[in-house]
């Protein structure tokens, strides 16, 4: 059984910065790629970022515009998401997510339903 706890999250003020982290328990936390995603109140949770088992690859929901930055360190099984020039719109419960498998569609990616095992989230507020 794979466990994920998110961590970082609080209340921040437009434009500061957070960096949220993910720790995974077991022993095959870098077989798997790893993502974030986010869900605001009364609306559906959405695809914010991904990254490959390796941490060579990444993909971002457009609306990240380089703000985010997800990384990972298999030695630690801990994945991160830096997030940088935060928007009051960018308030929500933030989740990591074990994908199944590698991803190779952007449209894979952003399934929900290709992610086994989620975190229970951590809360981001962001103020005017």
């Known amino acids: 059984q794979v466990q994920l706890v998110e961590s970082g999250g609080g209340l921040a003020r437009t434009g500061e910065s957070l960096r949220l982290s993910c720790e995974a328990s077991g022993r095959t936390f870098g077989n798997y790629p790893m993502g974030w995603f986010r869900q605001a109140q009364g609306k559906e949770r959405e695809f914010v970022a991904y990254?490959?088992?390796?941490?060579?690859?990444?993909y971002y929901a457009d609306f990240v515009e380089g703000r985010f930055t997800i990384s990972r360190d298999n030695t630690k099984n801990v994945v991160y998401l830096q997030m940088n020039s935060l928007k009051p719109e960018d308030t929500g419960n933030y989740y990591c997510?074990?994908?199944?498998?590698?991803?190779?569609?952007?449209?894979?990616?952003?399934?929900?339903?290709?992610?086994?095992?989620w975190g229970q989230g951590t809360q981001v507020t962001v103020s005017s």
């Open positions: 990254i490959q088992k390796s941490g060579g690859w990444k």
């Open positions: 997510a074990r994908a199944k498998s590698p991803l190779g569609t952007t449209q894979a990616i952003t399934d929900l339903k290709q992610y086994d095992y």
